[in-house]
C-alpha cells in the first residue's frame, strides 16, 4: 500500500487543553490514522486571506505532512458556514425547518471543492490511497477524476444520511450524489444512514443496487457502500485517565457534588445534540420527583461552536434561559440543581469528569455515531460503573443498546421519557449498573478508532477498481 492521504475541511495538529471541543471527533480519528500508514493530511488551515495565490502550506509534525490552504471570507461564508452548516449540515441531521437552500452558497461550495482538488492533486501519488472525509467535501472524488486521478478514492460520512423523502428537497440532490459515484468505497456510521443511501440510489437514480454487498452500479461504475461504526481511541484515553490531571478532576467534582449524585453532558453546542429538549427533560424529572432535587445534580459541559451561525446563538441564548429558569425555580442557598458551563475541558479533565458522574446524559436528536457516549462507559470503574442514557437516535445506540441491556435508551423528544430514564439511572442498583457496562465495554475498548481505520484502509486498498 502507498501512502495514505486525508483531506478534510480542516486539519488539526493536536493541541493541548480546550481545544477538544472545538475539534470534534473527527481530529482525533484522523491524526491516529495518519500516525500510523504515513502521509498527507490536507485540508483549509482555519484562516482566511483574500489573495488566493493558491499557495498550499506544509509542515512536518509527528510523522505527518499537514498541507493546508487558506480560504477566502467569501469562500468561509458561502462553502463553510453557508452550504455545509446552513445547508447540509441541519438537512442531513433531519432538520428540514433549519435548512436554508440558497443557490450561492451552492455555487461557493462548489468552488471550493473544485479549489481544494486543484491544490491537493499535484501532492497524490500514484499508488496513494486517498481518504475524503465528511459532508464538507462531498463532490470531491469528481472534481479529483476530472483532473485525471486514477487512485483509489474513499469517503467517509461522519454524520447520518438522511431518509430520500428528506434528502430530495435539497436542489440538485441528484447532481450531488451522482459526484459521489465517482468514489470507490463510501463508508457510513451505521447501516440505517447506509440504507438511506441505497435507497435513494435505487429510488431516484435507477442504480442496480446490491443490498448485502452494498454495491451500487450506474452508468457502467460500481461504488461500494458500507457501514464503518467510528471508535474512541481507546489506550489514548485510559493513559489520559491514569493521568494526575484526571485524578484532580475527579476529585473535583466529587468533593463539590457530596452526597448527591453527578449526572454528566458533554456536546459541542449544537441543535443536534438536544441540549433544550436535555433540560426539558430534567425539568419534568424535578416537576415529577420535586423532593430529589436535593439527590441529584446535573453538569453540562458544552463549548459554543460555530458562533457566525445565526441559529447557533439562537440556541445558546434558549439553554441559557431554560437553565436559569430551572435554577431561579429548584435552587437553595446551598444547591444549585444545573451547572451549565460553556468552554471545553482537555481528554483527561473529562475522563476525571466522567468517572466521578454516575449518569452520563447522550440525548442528540440525531447524531452520526456520538463519540462522547463511548468515552463515558470507557471512563467508568468497572467494580462501580454509572448509567448512560442515550438516545435512540444516535448512531452509538446500535452498538450500545438494547431495551434491557447495555445504556438505558431514550426518545430525546420526550421530557417524560427522558424523566423517566433518570429515574432508572438514579435509583439503578450496582448489579445491574456492572451487567449494562460489561454488555457495552468490550465493543468500545475492541471497535477502536485504530480498528476504524485499519477496517476502512484495508477495504478501500482492497476495491477492485474499474
Ligand atoms: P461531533 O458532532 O463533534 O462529531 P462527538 O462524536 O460527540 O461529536 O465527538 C465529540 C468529541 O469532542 C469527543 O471526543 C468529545 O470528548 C469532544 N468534546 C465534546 N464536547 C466537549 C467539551 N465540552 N469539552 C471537551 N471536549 C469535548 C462528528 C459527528 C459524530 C461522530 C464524530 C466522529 O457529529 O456523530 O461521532 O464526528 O465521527
Known sequence: MGRLVVISNRVAVPKARGAAGAQGGLAGALNSALKEYGGIWF?????????????????????????????????????????????????????LDLTEYERETGKGYERVNERFAECVSPLIEEDDLVWVHDYHLLPLGDRLRARGLKNRIGFFLHIPWPPTRLFVSLPFHERLVRTMLEYDLIGFQTDEWRESFLHYCRKELGAKVDESSGSITLDGRTVIARAYPIGIDWEHFQAQGQTEEARKAEQRLVSSTRLRTAMIGVDRLDYSKGLPERIDGIGRFFDQHPKRVSDL??????????????????????????????????????????????????????????????????????????????????????????????????????????????????????????????????????????????????????????????????????????
Open 43 to 95: 485540508g483549509w488551515s482555519g484562516q482566511q486571506s483574500d489573495d488566493r495565490t493558491g499557495n498550499v502550506k506544509l509542515q512536518r509534525n509527528d510523522g505527518v505532512t499537514i498541507a493546508t490552504i487558506d480560504l477566502s471570507s467569501r469562500d468561509v461564508d458561502e462553502y463553510y458556514n453557508g452550504y455545509a452548516n446552513s445547508t447540509l449540515w441541519p438537512l442531513f441531521h433531519y432538520r
Open 297 to 466: 445534580v446535573f453538569i453540562q459541559i458544552a463549548p459554543p461552536s460555530r458562533e457566525d451561525v445565526e441559529t447557533y446563538q439562537q440556541m445558546r441564548t434558549l439553554l441559557e434561559q431554560k437553565t436559569g429558569q430551572i435554577n431561579g425555580a429548584r435552587s437553595e442557598v446551598d444547591l444549585v440543581p444545573i451547572r451549565y458551563v460553556n468552554r471545553g475541558y482537555s481528554h483527561a479533565e473529562l475522563y476525571g469528569f466522567f468517572r466521578a458522574s454516575k449518569i452520563g446524559l447522550v440525548t442528540p436528536l440525531r447524531d452520526g455515531m456520538n463519540l462522547v457516549a463511548k468515552e463515558y462507559v470507557a471512563a467508568q470503574d468497572p467494580e462501580d460503573p454509572g448509567a448512560l442514557i442515550l438516545s435512540r437516535f444516535a448512531g452509538a445506540a446500535r452498538q450500545l443498546g438494547t431495551d434491557v441491556e447495555g445504556a438505558v435508551l431514550v426518545n430525546p423528544h420526550s421530557p417524560d421519557d427522558l424523566s423517566h430514564a433518570i429515574r432508572i439511572a438514579l435509583d439503578m442498583p450496582r448489579a445491574e449498573r456492572k451487567a449494562r457496562y460489561q454488555a457495552m465495554i468490550g465493543t468500545i475498548r475492541d471497535d477502536n478508532v485504530q480498528a476504524w481505520t485499519k477496517h476502512f484502509c484495508a477495504d478501500l486498498a482492497a476495491v477492485r477498481q474499474q
